[in-house]
């Protein structure tokens, strides 16, 4: 052994040894999984850029999507050491979803330049003008040339680029600054510098697709999570939690969004059905966290919360395609608006009953890579139903065929010995590592501040804390008619409170299609600026039921777990009797 293999053994033992570093040398936990997920973005960025060349420079939107996930990522990162900090040095377990995190770094990246001194193409201060001084070697470049496009690009792409199709497509994507800079007279000597965002650098359309793949998992992931036989064993108030909380909601967000905020009825439905959805994703690790303890577990209140949570998110996304299609069918005859639901319900089971039973037996049980073909065809079927139905415009038979055929490949799944934990859900949970910061951060990259309409923003929020209260009575008497005490009713209504994963998925689809209509769809539909304003709207209601419920839901769900549920826990409950005692 040689003196600098010592010292390498020597240094990493220390290292090893050391509280704060023993993490890190191996990485390992969340350190080596945060660690991971940077470097295969640099990676990945890096590849890019070699093998595409300039297309995939700073400034496009290979390079924003990868910003946007690894910053959100990081976001999530924050909110889970936040967490960590309050029960570490204040003692209060709240476990914050990391998915915050990552929604607030998409409306951060829309909202906040990152052209500004010495970052980005065009040199820009604060007052939006160019520096006098540029330490850059583009200070060399012609002023025609410092415009708000990509560098390195031909001139006959660029033509293309400013064609009236192309800037129609992007028209929603760049600032108001930009689309003034088009046809304006630039000054040789005083030309203005326009601020660039990570969230105008995405591409509309890719926008749109990659979360239109999100909403695909999310729906394969339900309906493999539904399992035939606890359905078949549930009691009629797993059934109630299921539909009663969904259903008032959305009645409720439909009637008030229509007196208070002036929507057409069914454009009211459709938002009632977007918020009345409940986020697994917040309320599984919470409630994970009380059962490891013995809270509500004799009276099995998880299983029953967490059995209905996927089911709750079905009747939703249902709700929603149907009034969906029904709100763009306007102008269409009486009897196709009439069999518009039905039809829909048709396409959906009939597709998704046929493609699960293709995935049950193609590839068979003993086919050598049987785990990779079973995801492969599970995800291209949901691919194919979710574009497909978009294509014949029945949107909603798309949702209800993706979670169907992945209900239907998963029963015979079972049968073989495959539960909840089988390997195509667990290529799915991987495909959710990525997926989750690209669907909340995307959802953030919608939001400008500057173009939120502040006279509506307080209704919107009447309308969604008076929807919440209803939804809360309604899940109480929802539980009704059981074992469950009073207490426990009431808790009941607190964890069936966050939202977060359905609202990001299906948040910009109205705005999505309202863009989307033809000139003589809009002869039909009416005023264009009425419904871009309405997609706004939802949009923002979409995020604001996240930002409110999300963080309050998880807090409800920890803080008054242990003061309104029984533990089967010894320790636990001694806890709870010295709790009474010192009140006392």
Same mark, same amino acid.
């Given at each position: 052994?040689?003196?600098?293999?010592?010292?390498?053994?020597?240094?990493?033992?220390?290292?090893?040894?050391?509280?704060?570093?023993?993490?890190?040398?191996?990485?390992?936990?969340?350190?080596?999984?945060?660690?991971?997920?940077?470097?295969?973005?640099?990676?990945?960025?890096?590849?890019?850029?070699?093998?595409?060349?300039?297309?995939?420079?700073?400034?496009?939107?290979?390079?924003?999507?990868?910003?946007?996930?690894?910053?959100?990522?990081?976001?999530?990162?924050?909110?889970?050491?936040?967490?960590?900090?309050? +029960? %570490?040095?204040?003692? =209060?377990?709240?476990? @914050?979803?990391?998915?915050?995190?990552? /929604?607030?770094?998409?409306? !951060?990246? #829309?909202?906040?330049?990152?052209?500004?001194?010495?970052?980005?193409?065009?040199?820009?201060?604060?007052?939006?003008?160019?520096?006098?001084?540029?330490?850059?070697?583009?200070?060399?470049?012609?002023?025609?040339?410092?415009?708000?496009?990509?560098?390195?690009?031909?001139?006959?792409?660029?033509?293309?680029?400013?064609?009236?199709?192309?800037?129609?497509?992007?028209?929603?994507?760049?600032?108001?600054?930009?689309?003034?800079?088009?046809?304006?007279?630039?000054?040789?000597?005083?030309?203005?510098?326009?601020?660039?965002?990570?969230?105008?650098?995405?591409?509309?359309?890719?926008?749109?697709? +990659? %979360?239109?793949?999100? =909403?695909?998992?999310? @729906?394969?992931?339900?309906?493999?999570? /539904?399992?035939?036989?606890? !359905?078949? #064993?549930?009691?009629?108030?797993?059934?109630?939690?299921?539909?009663?909380?969904?259903?008032?909601?959305?009645?409720?967000?439909?009637?008030?969004?229509?007196?208070?905020?002036?929507?057409?009825?069914?454009?009211?439905?459709?938002?009632?059905?977007?918020?009345?959805?409940?986020?697994?994703?917040?309320?599984?690790?919470?409630?994970?966290?009380?059962?490891?303890?013995?809270?509500?577990?004799?009276?099995?209140?998880?299983?029953?919360?967490?059995?209905?949570?996927?089911?709750?998110?079905?009747?939703?996304?249902?709700?929603?395609?149907?009034?969906?299609?029904?709100?763009?069918?306007?102008?269409?005859?009486?009897?196709?608006?009439?069999?518009?639901?039905?039809?829909?319900?048709?396409?959906?089971?009939?597709?998704?009953?046929?493609?699960?039973?293709?995935?049950?037996?193609?590839?068979?049980?003993?086919?050598?890579?049987?785990?990779?073909?079973?995801?492969?065809?599970?995800?291209?079927?949901?691919?194919?139903?979710?574009?497909?139905?978009?294509?014949?415009?029945?949107?909603?038979?798309?949702?209800?065929?993706?979670?169907?055929?992945?209900?239907?490949?998963?029963?015979?799944?079972?049968?073989?010995?495959?539960?909840?934990?089988?390997?195509?859900?667990?290529?799915?949970?991987?495909?959710?590592?990525?997926?989750?910061?690209?669907?909340?951060?995307?959802?953030?990259?919608?939001?400008?501040?500057?173009?939120?309409?502040?006279?509506?923003?307080?209704?919107?929020?009447?309308?969604?804390?008076?929807?919440?209260?209803?939804?809360?009575?309604?899940?109480?008497?929802?539980?009704?008619?059981?074992?469950?005490?009073?207490?426990?009713?009431?808790?009941?209504?607190?964890?069936?409170?966050?939202?977060?994963?359905?609202?990001?998925?299906?948040?910009?689809?109205?705005?999505?299609?309202?863009?989307?209509?033809?000139?003589?769809?809009?002869?039909?539909?009416?005023?264009?600026?009425?419904?871009?304003?309405?997609?706004?709207?939802?949009?923002?209601?979409?995020?604001?039921?996240?930002?409110?419920?999300?963080?309050?839901?998880?807090?409800?769900?920890?803080?008054?777990?242990?003061?309104?549920?029984?533990?089967?826990?010894?320790?636990?409950?001694?806890?709870?009797?010295?709790?009474?005692?010192?009140?006392?």
């Amino acid at each position: 052994d040689g003196p600098i293999k010592r010292a390498y053994m020597q240094t990493k033992l220390q290292l090893q040894e050391n509280k704060v570093t023993q993490k890190c040398f191996p990485p390992e936990g969340e350190v080596a999984t945060t660690l991971t997920l940077i470097l295969t973005i640099i990676a990945i960025f890096i590849s890019a850029r070699v093998v595409l060349g300039p297309i995939a420079d700073i400034g496009g939107t290979i390079f924003a999507l990868l910003m946007l996930i690894l910053v959100a990522l990081l976001g999530g990162k924050l909110v889970l050491l936040f967490s960590w900090a309050l +029960l %570490r040095f204040c003692k =209060l377990d709240i476990r @914050l979803p990391p998915l915050l995190g990552m /929604l607030i770094v998409g409306i !951060l990246l #829309k909202n906040i330049p990152y052209n500004f001194g010495q970052f980005g193409r065009t040199e820009c201060t604060a007052d939006h003008k160019n520096t006098t001084f540029s330490g850059s070697i583009h200070e060399l470049d012609a002023p025609e040339d410092h415009g708000s496009w990509k560098r390195s690009i031909p001139d006959d792409i660029q033509a293309e680029f400013d064609g009236d199709e192309f800037l129609d497509r992007v028209a929603r994507s760049v600032g108001v600054a930009s689309d003034d800079s088009h046809g304006k007279t630039e000054k040789m000597d005083d030309w203005e510098c326009h601020p660039r965002y990570i969230g105008h650098d995405l591409d509309p359309s890719i926008s749109r697709t +990659l %979360r239109s793949i999100c =909403l695909t998992v999310i @729906l394969l992931m339900a309906g493999l999570e /539904l399992d035939p036989v606890a !359905l078949m #064993k549930l009691s009629a108030m797993v059934v109630r939690a299921t539909f009663i909380p969904c259903f008032v909601e959305a009645i409720m967000v439909a009637i008030l969004s229509n007196l208070i905020l002036g929507f057409p009825w069914t454009v009211g439905f459709m938002l009632g059905f977007v918020l009345a959805a409940v986020s697994p994703a917040v309320i599984i690790p919470c409630l994970m966290s009380l059962s490891s303890r013995g809270y509500g577990v004799a009276k099995g209140i998880p299983t029953l919360v967490i059995a209905a949570c996927s089911a709750d998110d079905v009747v939703a996304i249902s709700g929603f395609g149907i009034f969906l299609g029904l709100t763009f069918s306007k102008g269409a005859p009486l009897w196709k608006l009439i069999l518009h639901g039905p039809i829909e319900v048709i396409i959906g089971v009939s597709f998704g009953v046929f493609w699960g039973l293709l995935a049950q037996w193609i590839p068979n049980k003993g086919h050598r890579h049987v785990a990779f073909f079973r995801w492969l065809v599970l995800l291209g079927g949901g691919l194919i139903a979710l574009f497909g139905a978009h294509l014949i415009h029945y949107d909603g038979a798309g949702g209800l065929a993706t979670i169907i055929m992945a209900f239907v490949a998963g029963m015979q799944w079972r049968k073989e010995g495959w539960g909840d934990h089988n390997p195509v859900t667990k290529t799915f949970k991987r495909m959710w590592i990525i997926l989750e910061p690209v669907i909340f951060a995307l959802i953030g990259t919608e939001i400008q501040v500057d173009k939120i309409n502040m006279n509506t923003l307080g209704l919107s929020i009447v309308v969604l804390l008076i929807a919440l209260l209803v939804r809360m009575v309604g899940t109480y008497f929802a539980v009704c008619g059981g074992e469950l005490t009073r207490k426990e009713k009431i808790f009941m209504a607190f964890a069936w409170l966050p939202k977060a994963t359905v609202q990001a998925a299906l948040g910009p689809i109205f705005l999505d299609n309202v863009i989307k209509q033809t000139p003589e769809q809009w002869e039909v539909l009416g005023n264009k600026e009425e419904w871009t304003n309405m997609g706004n709207d939802i949009l923002t209601l979409a995020v604001l039921s996240i930002l409110i419920t999300a963080p309050i839901g998880a807090v409800c769900i920890l803080g008054f777990g242990p003061k309104l549920l029984s533990s089967d826990n010894p320790e636990e409950q001694s806890e709870e009797e010295k709790d009474v005692e010192s009140k006392h």
